[in-house]
């Protein structure tokens, strides 16, 4: 029904399908791949069984133990981010001071510059302090990617918090301390929350600074999935890649009850 | 001793003065009503009474004590917002109780509080509702019970009634009149509804760009308007422009086109000062013939409107345009041609225009 | 982009800023903790990666004084010249794919109500939040010699042999364009969404057929988001690496692969922050260049 007569609709929703199922079939295949009986990555599978995923716990020490570094790792970053966040975000909405838009820009900047550009950077200021390897820099650069995520949504939710609510709790007697902790907090309890959330995901899933700030002791599920492709994948790495899509799934879901996966991104809502 | 003094507030936003040198009483009890425009610094001054903005320059005063440095949670004042800014995380009974919860009153003395003021405002029954399940009228009373609850030395309120429909807001005016007579607390209300302010208020103060124009009871604001502003603001008025040729004791006569009108003296005047003559259209009659010892200005009706209980019939006189209001049900047997319109010098008021 | 520029938004049109009574060092108490991850592991070390790229290196060490041989090593050995012109061909390739599938995509979302909408915009933004490696992953597997689309075409008898996809420039096109088809659809999303429908039935009412409609109304309209999301998928495509090695192998010969292995393997930390600072040059050019397009563009063309 897009444009007249000589395109006529079902070609349009045709199309449309079949962009969908360009979007999901390679996330699909994971999933469905992580199943398989066979001994190699073939698709379709030969068989389902889930055997790969015994092999996993039973033989591949060094890709659960990943799985336990990324699990902390994420844990770790998203708590201090959403800290962090929640003390500038209010900072940045509440307050009236020189320099609140650059720095509004700073705390979000970590989304603007490339992955890899913030990779480099710490990983050769590291270095040169002598940081390199050590895990407080892996979790630094965590927090930092994280940060701007966990602000984006805290600051939402206080922006949409009318502030004449603080006001009244003010008037009736409340300190600034009671209000942000009986008043404010509550009440953006949802952004603060899913906040934590996506900043663990995105963690969680994060390649790209990691490749530069992991040492051979500390390494995470993402990054030694991306060391067995570049030998050889086997199903065993399927399992590890359809573990990750697990983890993030069920955090999309929460998030997608608690606000909704269309307004992280802000533009998407009608 | 006043409960609340201003003494000389100045408040900037920027280039924005916000208030400026304002200078103001509020006695003990006094329901006061601050009265102005959009954007004349209504709810800055509440602000600064409140604590939650510090002015540039003078001194807030409760109770004769300088509030210089005291928080708004030390104030001990009462505020009811536009928005009713209920908590909406807590139930009614929660919300009333809230001032009391962070003054550490105890359990007994928090529910009898709770009571009393949901009592006041006759909501008693509702504690354990949310606000999101109250109509406006109902949240505005919690608003209102959460104010009192805590024995505020004064109560100040935003424009609280414009959230309501034009019924209900009729019905809470009363209402909230009868409430603050019963509690006795010295209130400051913001509003820019003039009928609003000359209902409820012992005192309008009626505001223009942050400052005063006029303090005084709602019949004087009304019927004395202290400069243009206030008159042109309360009420409808009709403006007649012309020059004053005589002044005595207490009258003045002025010119305006080929018509000669009387009005009360106002100081400062002088024969050859360009004046504006304000009269109210309700003191305006239209007559077929003139009456002896009126102001009269002669000319044609041109328009008469229709408001349900009253008309208002528009009088051309030459350049001038007069309007009156009258009963609808006299205004029968006027022809459009030569009607005078009439008023008595007293029910009007002259001002300088200063240019 | 759109991520910090929505944000600076709604934090401004707040009017009600109160707190204006406190200590005005209270809002940098509350920022501190932030400022203390940021400036020194964020801040300082962008700013002294800038400057090594500009101190050579001697006999395996860093020597402190300035000078432009990394730059003059990029642009004039034919060698990173010619993987700078691969990478922006890539990316303008994957910008041209992702428009290709975005348009339409965003299109329908924008058109749509209800259930389906909201199953079409979880669908196309889901993803955004599952990692780079499982999609990267996945992609692996559709494309491998035994994998989905080799096997079906070997099943239907189309090719009698595996066909080469994977480790190839096109895989990294595919793998790209799909990691960054969400930000298309939200750029071009954002323009559809604010367009004004009553214009397409005014032009309708007017005569137009519903092409000419669609072509002189909303196309020019919708151009913005159409330059927002094509800018910001080169920018992203333009640094992108993991996607790259994962599906092209040998093929990925991009320069943020460069880059990579420049800091991570050959340890040549001054080459390799010049490297980073082209990278960063390279997708800042393409955001400043489009702001510059929009400034001085058509008055239809504002930022939306
Ligand atoms: N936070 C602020 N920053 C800048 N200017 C402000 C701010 N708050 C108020 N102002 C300006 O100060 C002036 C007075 O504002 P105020 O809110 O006190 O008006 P008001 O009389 O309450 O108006 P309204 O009837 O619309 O509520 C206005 O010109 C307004 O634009
Ligand atoms: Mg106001």
């Known amino acids: 029904m897009i444009e007249g007569s000589r395109w006529p609709s079902w070609l349009f929703r045709v199309a449309i399908a079949a962009i969908c199922l360009f979007i999901i079939a390679p996330i699909a295949v994971v999933l469905i791949g992580s199943f398989t009986a066979g001994d190699s990555v073939v698709f379709p599978p030969q068989g389902l069984s889930l055997r790969w995923y015994v092999t996993l716990v039973r033989g591949h020490a060094d890709l659960v133990e990943a799985f336990w570094v990324s699990l902390e790792l994420a844990l770790a970053s998203a708590a201090l981010a959403t800290a962090v966040g929640l003390l500038a975000g209010f900072a940045l909405v509440r307050y009236d001071f020189a320099g609140r838009q650059p720095l509004t820009l700073l705390f979000l900047s970590p989304l603007l510059v490339p992955s890899i550009v913030i990779g480099i950077a710490m990983l050769q200021f590291l270095s040169t302090i002598g940081l390199g390897f050590h895990p407080a820099g892996l979790l630094l650069g965590h927090v930092i990617i994280t940060l701007p995520f966990a602000i984006r949504l805290i600051v939402a939710s206080l922006v949409g918090l009318d502030p004449a609510l603080e006001l009244a709790a003010r008037s009736l007697g409340a300190g600034r301390l009671a209000v942000f902790r009986r008043i404010t907090l509550p009440l953006i309890r949802a952004g603060v929350v899913s906040g934590f959330i996506l900043a663990f995901i995105v963690s969680f899933e994060n390649v790209t600074v990691s490749l530069f700030l992991v040492s051979p002791q500390l390494v995470t599920l993402p990054v030694r999935i991306f060391g067995y492709i570049e030998n050889s994948p086997t199903p065993v790495v399927t399992v590890a890649s359809a573990l990750l899509l697990f983890a993030s799934g069920v955090l999309i879901a929460v998030l997608q009850r608690l606000v909704g996966v269309d307004r992280l991104w802000g533009s998407a809502h009608s | ?355 | 982009m759109s991520d910090a520029t929505a944000v600076a938004r709604t934090t401004t049109t707040t009017t009600v800023r109160e707190r204006r009574d406190g200590s005005p060092l209270a809002p940098w108490l509350l920022l501190l903790p932030g400022l203390l991850v940021l400036v020194p592991f964020y801040v300082v070390p962008m700013l002294s990666t800038f400057l090594l790229s500009f101190y050579g290196v001697r006999d395996f060490a860093v020597v402190t004084e300035l000078t432009v041989e990394n730059y003059t090593r990029i642009f004039g050995d034919w060698f990173y010249l010619r993987s700078l012109l691969t990478t922006m061909r890539i990316s303008l390739i994957v910008c041209a794919f992702t428009l290709v599938l975005g348009y339409p995509l965003a299109w329908e979302i924008a058109r749509a109500r209800g259930r389906y909408r909201a199953a079409l915009t979880l669908i196309v933004l889901a993803p955004l939040l599952v990692g780079l490696i499982v999609r990267s992953y996945g992609w692996l597997i559709v494309l491998g010699p035994r994998g989905l689309i080799n096997n079906t075409f070997l099943a239907m008898g189309i090719i009698d042999r595996p066909f080469p996809l994977l480790w190839t420039e096109a895989a990294i096109y595919i793998g790209l364009a799909h990691v960054f088809l969400p930000f298309m659809v939200l750029g071009v999303l954002g323009s559809l969404q604010s367009l004004d429908w009553n214009l397409v039935l005014a032009a309708r009412s007017l005569g137009a057929t519903r092409t000419a409609a669609w072509r002189r109304v909303v196309l020019p309209l919708s151009l913005p988001g159409v330059g927002a999301g094509t800018m910001l998928v080169f920018a992203l495509s333009m640094s992108a690496f993991v996607t790259p090695v994962m599906l092209g192998g040998k093929a990925a010969r991009v320069l943020a692969v460069y880059a990579w292995q420049q800091n991570t393997v050959v340890l040549d930390y001054p080459f390799g922050a010049a490297l980073a600072v082209v990278l960063l040059l390279a997708g800042g050019l393409a955001v400043g260049l489009y702001m510059r397009l929009l400034r001085s563009g058509r008055p239809g063309m504002t930022v939306s």
Request: net charge neutral; glycine share 10%.
């Open chain 2, 1 to 355: 001793m006043s409960a609340i003094t201003l003494d000389g507030l100045i408040k900037r936003y920027g280039a924005t003065v916000a208030v400026d040198g304002l200078s103001l009483e509020v006695e003990k009890g006094e329901f006061l009503t601050l009265l102005g425009p959009s954007g004349c610094g209504k709810t800055t001054i509440l602000q600064l009474i409140a604590g939650f903005l510090v002015p540039d320059a003078g001194q807030v005063f409760i109770n004769g004590e300088p509030m210089a440095g005291v928080p708004p949670e030390r104030r001990n004042i009462g505020i009811v917002f536009q928005s009713y800014a209920l908590f909406p995380h807590m139930t009614v009974f929660e919300n009333v109780a809230f001032g009391l919860t962070m003054r550490k009153a105890g359990r007994e003395v928090t529910r009898h509080a709770v009571a009393e003021a949901l009592e006041l405002v006759r909501l008693s029954g509702l504690e354990q509702r949310f606000p999101k399940q109250l109509s406006g009228g109902q949240q505005q009373r919690v608003a209102i019970a959460r104010a009192v609850a805590i024995r505020p030395r004064v109560l100040l309120f935003d424009e609280p009634l414009s959230n309501l429909d034009a019924k209900l807001r009729r019905q809470m005016r009363t209402e909230l009149r009868e409430i603050q007579r019963r509690v006795g607390i010295t209130t400051v209300f913001v509003t820019h509804d003039q009928e609003e302010a000359l209902t409820l208020s012992d005192r309008v103060a009626v505001m223009s760009q942050g400052r005063l124009q006029q303090v005084a009871t709602p019949q004087e604001v009304y019927r004395r308007p202290a400069t243009r502003f206030v008159a042109d603001f309360l009420g409808e008025t009709n403006a007649l422009v012309g020059v004053v040729r005589d002044v005595d004791d207490d009258h003045l006569t002025m010119v305006v086109g080929d018509a000669l009108l009387r009005a009360p003296a106002a100081p400062g005047l002088r024969p050859g000062a360009r004046v504006a003559l304000l009269v109210r259209p309700e003191h305006v009659a239209v007559r077929v013939t003139p009456t002896r010892g009126l102001n009269s200005l002669s000319g044609h009706l041109s328009q008469a409107v229709f408001q349900g209980a009253r008309t208002a019939y528009v009088v051309r006189a030459g350049d001038a345009e007069l309007i009156s209001t009258a009963d609808s049900r006299a205004g029968a047997g006027l022809g459009s041609d030569g009607v005078f319109a009439e008023w008595d010098a007293a029910d009007s008021i002259v001002f300088a225009l200063d240019e």
